[in-house]
């Protein structure tokens, strides 16, 4: 367990030892942490010979751990895409591409053959342009996705509170994952929740009082996985209204996360928010309307940030372990719900349009454009190297730490 009196400037050291360990763990872990390779790829080989669509947000790191259920103010629960953290207007082929190689990364950690990804693209193609012909999502679900879905539907506070702060009293408890606060961090938290904006956003969730109270109970550096390196992150542990309704209702954890430059390629002359944090917010309104209404831009020590609710419906999807049946089913659902949160962007005119363009290219042999399948079979290649070295260097450091 990690002092719960980690230093400030202390931070950035412990978060690389734990994001290449992550990196380290497995290839498909490895290709959610490296995005960067992703984007030097499209900048360097693939940007003139990938179709080029319309001028739409796009999730820009669309893997598959960045989709999920998620809840509206209201309580209701779909799968969306969940982290927006690279957002951008550009071209929604790159969320295709990027959604194939996690997938095609998941069957290989699955130990299933090569035909399977063969397969995989072919309906993961079939999902995206049904959505944009205006079908509905599929009801089919692989096996992964419906567990994960039907268990958000189930879960309350105390899931929450079990899950993300360890514990269902009113504390975050410090340890591994929580650390202490400095002075300056404290009195900054104060003062955001002080803001009548953020006051409105926290109390319009769940049927609450508009004008009730809101109280900070604790809060916490949050160290949270590959995303936290070099940012700041923060969970807040807030009491709404009197403290005898905490128990029903009255408490929320907010996460206030840094938003940062976008590595993520965009169309030039976009018209898109200069601050960060506002172009998160806005493309999340676009792509996953569930997450955009819960979301606000905010200043935080100078720095842009993020604030949203965390709901006990929100999950990630683990698919680490699929069967061929589960790997075609889940590519196929979740192309069509990244292929409607394209779609909803797009006039009538647009959609068709972008669904010829995608049906140019077709292999003979294969129902899905040779430029999908030339860029995952490239993208494995680099990526399957890149891990490889990964390991390699990680195992030196932990072989000789000083050096």
């Avoid at 969306?80 to 951008?88: A, F, K, N, P, S």
């Avoid at 990364?105 to 990804?117: C, E, K, Q």
């Avoid at 929740?193 to 609450?208: A, G």
């Avoid at 807030?238 to 430059?261: F, S």
């Amino acid at each position: 367990m990690q002092s719960t009196l980690v230093k400030f400037e202390d931070r950035g050291v412990i978060l690389q030892q734990q994001r290449n360990l992550k990196m380290a763990r497995s290839a498909h872990a490895y290709v959610r942490g490296s995005t960067i390779k992703f984007y030097e790829w499209l900048e360097q080989t693939a940007a003139k010979s990938l179709p080029q669509g319309p001028p739409v947000w796009i999730c820009g790191d669309c893997h598959l751990g960045n989709l999920g259920p998620v809840a509206n103010a209201k309580g209701a629960v779909e799968i969306e895409i969940r982290d927006l953290d690279q957002t951008v207007i550009g071209n929604p082929t790159h969320d295709l591409v990027r959604l194939a190689l996690s997938l095609a990364t998941a069957i290989r950690g699955s130990d299933l053959p090569g035909v399977t990804t063969a397969l995989v693209l072919e309906r993961m193609m079939d999902g995206y342009e049904n959505a944009l012909s205006g079908r509905s999502v599929p009801r089919r679900m692989s096996e992964p996705v419906r567990v994960v879905l039907q268990r958000a539907v189930r879960r309350r506070w105390r899931h929450l509170a079990e899950e993300r702060i360890e514990n269902v009293t009113p504390a975050i408890p410090l340890g591994k994952h929580f650390w202490s606060l400095s002075p300056q961090e404290k009195k900054e938290i104060e003062r955001v929740f002080r803001k009548e904006k953020v006051v409105l956003l926290v109390t319009s969730l769940r049927r609450r009082d508009s004008g009730a109270s809101v109280r900070v109970l604790d809060a916490a550096y949050w160290m949270k996985g590959c995303s936290s390196l070099g940012r700041l992150r923060y969970a807040v542990l807030l009491g709404i209204g009197k403290p005898k309704h905490y128990r029903h209702g009255g408490l929320c954890l907010i996460d206030i996360k840094e938003a940062v430059r976008a590595a993520a390629p965009y169309y030039r002359g976009s018209q898109m928010p200069e601050n960060n944090a506002e172009r998160v917010v806005e493309g999340a309104k676009k792509l996953s309307p569930f997450l955009g209404q819960r979301m606000m831009a905010e200043k935080f020590l100078g720095r842009q940030v993020v604030l949203r609710e965390l709901l006990p419906q929100d999950l990630k999807l683990e698919m680490d372990q699929l069967t061929r049946d589960d790997a075609i089913a889940a590519a196929h659902f979740l192309a069509s719900v990244v292929g409607r949160a394209h779609a909803r962007q797009m006039d009538s005119k647009d959609r068709k349009k972008w669904r010829d363009d995608l049906n140019r290219n077709r292999l003979k042999s294969l129902d899905a454009p040779s430029w999908l399948w030339r860029s995952v079979v490239d993208l494995s290649s680099i990526h399957e190297s890149a891990y490889l070295e990964h390991c390699r260097q990680y195992a030196l450091k932990m072989a000789h730490p000083a050096k």
